[in-house]
């Protein structure tokens, strides 16, 4: 069956600008997670979904980032005034929901900020 | 707090050589662990798991990880590599009973013909 998708695959942006990235999780997976990786770092964990509902938004590093989710399937990850420090790939992950499930990741999003 | 730690950031071996990279975490008791690869422009693909029991976990590609409990490890192997390996690996800790990992910083593995 399908993978996980993100769109688009590369986002080159200006300072300042607002930017959405897309992530369509597995058909039937309830968990979501998006994560942030920077050069020469790890995965940065962002955002947690269950269902449309986020119990865990500690890892938005600032107002500037915000997450929704729609009909427990596709999530959004939302960039506002991106600054040049936000370049880096954006994964998105998703798991059938049970604690310590295997998370599937999708390719990522390279977002470049000018 | 927890932690994960992999010490070597490149690693490079011939084509045909064996393979350890290190994972070392920190948490209070066992965790759950993993091992994910990814390839230059893909994302993450799990390579093998470790919830509980038989201490030494086969996974894919002919990989197979060692959970030490006393040195708190799990180190990933492989005895022959192939050069279709050259990628980045990272291993994962997730505490029991939870949805959030804890991923190590990535060792890149490059692969001499």
């Known amino acids: 069956g399908a993978g996980v998708s993100q769109s688009p695959s590369n986002k080159v942006t200006e300072k300042g600008k607002d930017v959405e990235l897309r992530c369509d999780p597995i058909?039937?997976?309830?968990?979501l997670y998006w994560y942030r990786q920077s050069l020469g770092q790890g995965l940065e964990f962002l955002i947690y979904?269950?269902?449309?509902?986020?119990?865990?938004k500690s890892g938005l590093p600032s107002d500037r980032f915000s997450a929704e989710r729609t009909g427990g399937s596709v999530s959004t990850l939302t960039i506002q005034r991106t600054q040049q420090e936000d370049s880096a790939v954006y994964l998105c992950a998703s798991s059938p929901g049970r604690a310590n499930n295997e998370q599937f990741f999708g390719p990522g999003t390279r977002l470049t900020v000018l | 707090a927890q932690s994960v730690t992999q010490p070597d950031i490149h690693i490079t071996v011939s084509e045909g050589a064996s393979l350890e990279l290190r994972c070392n975490y920190s948490y209070g008791a066992t965790p759950y662990l993993f091992w994910y690869v990814q390839s230059p422009g893909q994302g993450l693909q799990l390579l093998l798991k470790y919830f509980s029991g038989d201490t030494l976990v086969q996974g894919i590609k002919g990989f197979e990880a060692e959970f030490k409990r006393s040195q708190s490890s799990f180190n990933l192997r492989k005895p022959s590599v192939h050069w279709s390996d050259a990628a980045e690996y990272f291993c994962?800790?997730?505490?029991?009973?939870?949805?959030?990992?804890?991923f190590g910083t990535g060792t890149r593995l490059k692969v001499l013909a």
């Open positions: 979904f269950q269902g449309n509902s986020a119990p865990d």
């Open positions: 058909s039937g997976h309830t968990a």
């Open positions: 994962a800790v997730g505490p029991s009973g939870t949805y959030k990992y804890i």
